[in-house]
């Protein structure tokens, strides 16, 4: 298996722009995370789906930010308009039902906004 | 709702030395204990697992047990390598609840 594939890698955007996140989880795994890290607050959970429906997303930040999943193999972070303090390397983890609690990261897109 | 608290960093050591990272948590019902461990510029990679009481997890030469009357999950490795020069995250899984992450511990091997 490829793994989780998240793209880009990195991403470079002045303040205000639109910055879309892509994940592809991997394939028969029906939950996806989306996790954001940064030095100061370490690593925090955005927003998780289970078979492609949102479940929990007390941890957006605000309503800059939106993530859809429109099929069980890909789903997207949108941040709009981004701000420099966006700045982090966002990553996507995936796992699968039955098959105990550990989830698959991807290598995560770091995001620089300027 | 369920925690995780593991020791602070960084730790230094010298290539061979022994290597404890101590980890604690909170928990109700019968969670699940990881160790992730993060390389430069990488993600999260799943080092080893323990899914019940006593059960030792293993791998690369990093053991842990899951031990139910401390609450503790240490890693472990009894010579480690620059290579191992990483940050390692405790972490919890268990029914109805969010997957828990430690803050992370930043190991650093010298040569």
């Known amino acids: 298996d490829a793994g989780v594939i998240q793209s880009p890698r990195h991403e470079v955007t002045e303040m205000g722009q639109e910055v879309t996140l892509r994940c592809k989880p991997i394939?028969?795994?029906?939950?996806l995370f989306w996790y954001r890290q940064t030095m100061m607050r370490g690593l925090e959970l955005l927003i998780y789906f289970n078979n492609n429906v949102p479940i929990d997303d007390s941890g957006m930040p605000e309503d800059r930010f939106s993530a859809k999943m429109p099929n069980a193999s890909f789903s997207t972070l949108k941040i709009q308009p981004s701000e420099p303090r966006d700045s982090a390397v966002y990553f996507c983890?995936?796992?699968?039902?039955?098959?105990?609690?550990?989830?698959?990261f991807g290598p995560g897109t770091r995001l620089t906004v300027t | 709702g369920d925690s995780v608290t593991q020791m602070e960093g960084p730790v230094t050591l010298s290539e061979e030395a022994f290597l404890t990272i101590n980890c604690t948590y909170t928990a109700t019902g019968y969670p699940s204990l990881f160790w992730y461990v993060q390389y430069p510029g990488e993600g999260l990679q799943l080092l080893l697992k323990a899914t019940k009481a006593d059960d030792k997890g293993s791998n690369k030469g990093f053991e842990a047990t899951y031990r139910k009357e401390t609450t503790s999950f240490h890693l472990e490795k009894g010579s480690v390598q620059v290579s191992d020069s990483a940050v390692y995250f405790c972490a919890l899984g268990n029914y109805g609840q969010n997957f828990v992450f430690g803050p992370g511990t930043r190991l650093s091997v010298l040569p």
């Open positions: 394939s028969g795994h029906d939950y």
């Open positions: 983890a995936s796992r699968g039902t039955g098959e105990g609690y550990e989830q698959y």
